[in-house]
């Protein structure tokens, strides 16, 4: 999901990249919510409370205590290691039905009844704890029974009447009230309407739901972590609207049913049939106008995708959207997966916190995009998209593996744009390239530039090391322009057959489940037969990337050009030097080239070629297979200018 700039906050790769100290520079980028961009990345990470849960137990007898204090992994004041790791599933999460009862638009309150079944897991349980961190609960039944219960620390404990086995499934049924006045792109936002504003949409209330990372606790209990996954139904119900506009509700999954109720109320009805994630579970109300941009003549037909969108824009947005059916259509034949949901919405709302949000099957966006230019949005449209598979299909364990949520669909942006071009230019494959080409340099402009993180101080982008799982989103080793700078290189040293015959098989082998960092390198390992995990332990697991200074020598008299590399980034116990297989390419005078690889994993390395006419420029790493920031410290030296005819200096112009 795309970045909020305006608060320390979460999740996709249109806003986040050209924001973010380390992320993409391109004007597309997409991502999560967060915190504003700083000139100076803030050190990582801020310390956990003495009590946070997971902590381990900090320097040992006979260990090096004094640099403890000073050590980011370690807290100074408990001695704990700062580490977050997934919450403890002692009841796998089934179902869950919300009836939610908005008595009047023009307040941010709600009622709510959350009915849950789930199954007591690995042994018996005499307690439940959800995550609730805004809904006042009034009463819980379990199996029909009234249950004890307490609400601290955002969290809710259930004593259940009698102790549930293993296995067994249980039903419970909480009655609660909602006042969500304060929150701001966090759980439920309310959003007045404005008397003076454009048209009905905007004259009218908004409210919608922002549930990543670990907000949706706060309209409604749940396992806030995303190592959960349950079918889920919303059940809506509304006053009638006081104009001629009606009130529209947008939720995951399916439209069972829409009810005019005789008290004037309407009642809405969505179900979300497949298990999906706790955090993309989505709610959003409005005066919409609604146009399906699918249909029987769409490059996907079957599957309804409407965009819900301000009144007044319906015909902009149509042209905004177009290119959706396509997106679908190319990325279940490349993922070899059909699309997984009952259908594909795309929600426009205000007030949003972030770029987009790919709640499951009803992806939510900035307003502005309704109105955007031709074209302007595609990589947020593909990002988010293709987040339908990669974060709601497959999801990650823990924030800390987000990068295979979000480096995917950053990486699906390049991908859109490869496949766009293809179909344009079917008789020209260098120009999908050329296009895929520019998405990956886009992402690793910006990490080049101002990525400097060095162990310990700052994370890796596989770490759960944080404080905050917003700050997963946004720290120097991003997961977005990272993560598909990674994908990108796995498709450059596995080659394209091993690399998507891996990605189907990835996708096929863990779809509807979670994901590790490890699960993904075991498929491509299993494809390619090459073994992985230097690779991911160099960009995965730790912090920053090579700084290449690259000194080139040419000998006219042997016709012999040196190439000589010097790894200048720190170098230390914590960050040794990188293994390094960097492609070089020489263009020669008069046309032609030579191409080496330059094979190092010390702080130096270089190679010596023989060539048959003088080189004009070399090229480090053409296809950024080896993600590096690159400089010419030594360039070549320009060719000498040929002397007149009669020697002597040439004449003045």
Aim: net charge negative; proline share 9%; aromatic share 8%.
């Amino acid at each position: 999901m795309p970045l909020d700039l305006t608060r320390p906050h979460t999740v996709r790769s249109w806003l986040l990249a050209c924001s973010l100290v380390c992320a993409l520079t391109a004007p597309h980028v997409a991502i999560a919510l967060h915190q504003p961009a700083t000139a100076t990345p803030p050190a990582e990470p801020a310390s956990l409370p003495a009590s946070q849960p997971g902590s381990q137990p900090g320097p040992q007898p006979g260990t090096d205590a004094a640099e403890a204090p000073s050590d980011p992994r370690i807290n100074p004041e408990t001695g704990r290691k700062v580490a977050n790791w997934p919450k403890a599933r002692h009841f796998d999460h089934l179902h869950m039905r919300l009836d939610l009862i908005f008595p009047d638009l023009s307040k941010p309150e709600l009622t709510g009844v959350m009915t849950l079944r789930a199954k007591a897991q690995g042994r018996t349980r005499a307690t439940m704890v959800l995550d609730s961190r805004g809904p006042k609960i009034e009463s819980v039944t379990v199996g029909g029974i009234q249950a004890t219960f307490e609400v601290a620390d955002g969290k809710l404990r259930i004593e259940l009447p009698r102790p549930v086995p293993m296995d067994e499934e249980v039903t419970v049924v909480l009655r609660y009230s909602l006042d969500y006045a304060a929150n701001r792109g966090e759980g439920l936002t309310f959003s007045a309407g404005k008397p003076d504003g454009k048209g009905p949409t905007e004259q009218s209330t908004q409210i919608h739901a922002q549930g990543q990372a670990e907000l949706n606790s706060r309209w409604f209990p749940c396992h806030d972590f995303p190592n959960e996954r349950l079918a889920t139904e919303l059940v809506v119900t509304l006053p009638a609207s006081t104009d001629e506009h009606p009130w529209e509700v947008v939720s995951n999954g399916r439209l069972e049913s829409k009810v005019q109720n005789p008290d004037g109320t309407t009642t809405w009805h969505w179900n979300q049939a497949l298990p999906h994630p706790p955090y993309l579970v989505t709610l959003g109300i409005a005066k919409f106008a609604v146009i399906d941009i699918g249909g029987p003549t769409s490059a996907r037909p079957g599957l309804p995708m409407p965009i819900y969108v301000p009144i007044g824009t319906e015909e902009k947005a149509v042209v905004v959207f177009e290119d959706t059916a396509r997106m679908v259509a190319f990325f279940e034949k490349l993922f070899d997966e059909p699309y997984p949901w009952d259908m594909y919405a795309q929600v426009c709302v205000r007030d949003f916190a972030a770029g987009g949000m790919e709640n499951t099957s009803a992806t939510f966006l900035m307003v502005s995009a309704a109105t955007s230019a031709p074209g302007s949005q595609d990589d947020l449209i593909a990002h988010e998209l293709a987040h339908q598979w990669f974060g709601n299909l497959i999801t990650c364990k823990s924030w800390e593996h987000l990068w295979l949520n979000e480096g995917w669909a950053t990486f699906a942006e390049a991908l859109w744009a490869e496949e766009e071009e293809r179909q344009n230019h079917p008789d020209d494959p260098a120009m999908a390239r050329n296009a895929y080409m520019r998405s990956i340099a886009q992402a690793a402009q910006g990490l080049r530039r101002n990525n400097r993180a060095t162990a310990p101080r700052f994370t890796a982008m596989v770490s759960n090391r944080y404080s905050d799982p917003e700050r997963v989103f946004s720290k120097m080793d991003n997961p977005y322009s990272k993560g598909a700078l990674v994908i990108h290189m796995l498709r450059q040293r596995l080659g394209d057959n091993a690399f998507f015959t891996g990605v189907r098989l990835y996708v096929d082998r863990h779809k509807f489940g979670t994901v590790e960092t490890d699960d993904f390198r075991r498929v491509l390992e299993e494809v390619s037969g090459q073994s992985l995990e230097h690779f991911f332990e160099s960009y995965a697991l730790r912090p920053g990337l090579p700084k290449l200074a690259i000194d080139l020598a040419w000998e006219s008299g042997s016709s012999t050009l040196t190439i000589a590399a010097e790894q200048t980034q720190t170098i230390d116990r914590f960050n040794p030097a990188y293994a390094l297989s960097l492609p070089i390419v020489v263009e020669l005078e008069g046309g032609g080239q030579a191409r080496t690889v330059l094979e190092f994993s010390e702080r130096t390395g270089r190679v010596t070629l023989a060539l048959p006419a003088r080189p004009t420029d070399v090229r480090i790493d053409p296809d950024i297979t080896c993600l590096a920031a690159v400089t010419k410290r030594t360039p070549l030296p320009r060719a000498k200018k040929p002397e007149p005819e009669g020697g002597g200096e040439p004449a003045s112009p």
